[in-house]
């Protein structure tokens, strides 16, 4: 029988409640406890797809397709059994969804549909459904305690406790400490806020994990549970720390995993955590440093390329090697001399994915550079189709174009399929799903890579399996006149023989794919493609 830890945040958002959570999921698999995460939003819009990155970070896209919260992101870097599905994210607008297209089937029959007990309902069987086969299931609830929002979800949980009764439920709640320098004290109050408030909906945290810059005396600890009804052995201490791969490490050395096993009545090996531990010495002590500019759209805002951020570390991890990103705002690239002076001091280039026109004539300009300067590149999604445009451009003449870009374009090197066959009759794909253009291409599939070429050295592999989020192709038409001129197909869908990656064989390190590598890097070996990419970047930032 699945057991649940149910995880809370208070006095502040941004706390780092999801990698806390995932964290404590990484101590308890490594003493074989086979744990799944879920994620509940309480905002109203049914999934992140349609959000935007520079308000809500990147969307995650699982194996199975699914678009979720970057959370997820989180969860699979941080467990290595457990691969994240359609059913580990949800959000009110998802619950109110369900439940709303029951009631106009009349699966109500009439009667009153309300948030307790309907909606409740429909969160607590979302999240037994997403703990089946699991022995624990850690569930995060997004938001702030306090939030209208995220009551129902609250609510949920509370008839959870009661149901699933001590040993099979327990909460964890995360807060901030904050430390006053005018005063030089920390201070505990928020806490005892936070947790009133919590009791005040009838919940009692079990866990209580202090977030705060500074460390936090004995003498506060003992306060904090003595205010909030926590046991004090339950409450944990997290400093802000050098390396988010070293929280495993500080939860299990306070015990964290035994409190959650006691209560469980599980009763288990040690964890083992010289996997995480080399991790963070690699990470903290790295022997040289590479730039990789970063050219794209949503540069304020780091985590809109979370997954991208995570690969490139893990990958400088991999080699010792510290990898600075530079954001290079793509707009600005069109013009700005001196923000091109930057691009060429970095030591590889990476054009991310992304959607629409703004920004293309900026990372095109990227690419030529790469290109025509040996410079590594590494071409991701849009990347890939961008790096197409401008070698057919520059290289073969022809004024080609993405008709995301340009609806009438005479030379639609990328497209969407439905446009070839029904305006073009020349689609030239075996396809057996006619259905793909016009709907995103989502989630895991697997290509096969052409042998010999880069990619499957990369990969030591000639089949592959990549997850994909995107609408547009390229268009085979143009695959002759491409590779006559020098840039390679290296790899095509197995299903439907669509381009999937292209290199150049004469450029030392110029590989751009349609799939999405990052969000299968682990920090524990990384991914073949970001171990390569810094590689070359290493290798080129030695010939300058
Ligand atoms: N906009 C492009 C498409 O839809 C690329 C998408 C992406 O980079 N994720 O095909």
């Known amino acids: 029988m699945t057991k649940f830890i149910f995880v809370t945040g208070g006095v502040v958002s941004s706390l780092g409640k999801g990698i806390t959570a995932a964290s404590l999921a990484a101590v308890l698999e490594a003493r074989g406890v086979k744990v799944t995460m ?100 850690i569930i995060e609830i997004g938001g702030t305690v306090g939030d209208i929002e995220s009551l129902p979800f609250m609510e949920a949980v509370r008839q959870m406790q009661v149901e699933l009764g001590r040993n099979r439920a327990m909460l964890m709640h995360l807060t901030l400490v904050p430390y006053i320098s005018s005063a030089g004290e920390t201070k505990t109050k928020p806490t005892q806020h936070s947790v009133k408030e919590l009791r005040s909906i009838g919940l009692q945290p079990d866990i209580l994990i202090c977030r705060s810059e500074h460390y936090i005396s004995p003498d506060n600890r003992r306060k904090i549970a003595l205010f909030t009804n926590v046991e004090e052995r339950a409450v944990i201490m997290c400093e802000d720390a050098q390396s988010i791969y070293q929280i495993p490490r500080t939860l299990y050395e306070q015990d964290l995993d035994d409190i959650v096993c006691e209560r469980f009545g599980m009763n288990l090996p040690e964890a083992d955590l010289s996997d995480w531990d080399k991790v963070v010495e690699a990470q903290l002590n790295p022997e040289s440093n590479v730039t990789v500019a970063m050219v794209g759209k949503y540069v304020e805002l780091p985590d809109a390329y979370k997954s991208i951020n995570e690969a490139l570390l893990h990958a400088g991890i991999t080699h010792q090697t510290s990898v600075n990103i530079d954001y290079i705002d793509a707009e600005r690239l069109e013009t700005d001399e001196g923000l091109f002076a930057q691009l060429q001091q970095a030591d590889a280039v990476l054009v991310p994915g992304g959607f629409g026109e703004r920004g293309t004539v900026g990372k095109l300009k990227a690419v030529t550079y790469a290109r025509e300067n040996n410079v590594p590149y590494l071409g991701i999604c849009l990347g890939m189709q961008l790096a197409v445009i401008e070698y057919a451009r520059n290289v073969l003449n022809i004024d080609a174009n993405s008709s995301e870009f340009d609806r009438k374009t005479a030379e639609p090197i990328i497209g969407l399929i439905t446009e070839w066959l029904d305006e073009r009759g020349e689609l030239q794909i075996r396809s057996d799903d006619s259905d793909l253009g016009g709907t995103m291409r989502l989630g895991a599939q697997q290509a096969e890579l052409v042998a010999g070429s880069k990619l499957s050295q990369i990969y030591g592999a000639t089949r592959i399996s990549e997850r994909h989020r995107h609408r547009y192709e390229m268009n085979n038409r143009y695959i002759e006149p491409l590779e006559q001129s020098g840039m390679k197909i290296s790899g095509y869908s197995a299903k439907q023989h669509l381009v999937e990656s292209v290199e150049i064989s004469e450029h030392p390190w110029f590989v751009a794919v349609q799939f999405h ?28």
């Open 38 to 137: 879920t994620k509940m939003d309480p905002y109203i819009n049914v999934d992140p797809g349609t959000m935007s990155p520079f308000q809500h970070g990147e969307v995650f896209v699982t194996d199975d397709g699914a678009e979720t919260d970057l959370d997820l992101g989180y969860y699979e870097r941080f467990l290595r059994h457990s691969k994240m599905s359609k059913s580990n994210n949800f959000t009110s607008g998802r619950i109110y969804q369900t439940v709303l297209n029951k009631e106009r089937r009349g699966e109500y029959l009439g009667g009153t549909v309300q948030v307790i007990p309907h909606i409740t309902d429909e969160i607590k069987n979302k999240i037994l459904a997403s703990g089946e086969g699991y022995d624990i299931a």
């Open 517 to 544: 590598p990052e969000f299968t890097s682990s920090p524990r070996g990384g991914h073949p493609l970001f171990n390569s990419f810094v590689k070359a970047a290493k290798d080129h930032h030695a010939t300058k």
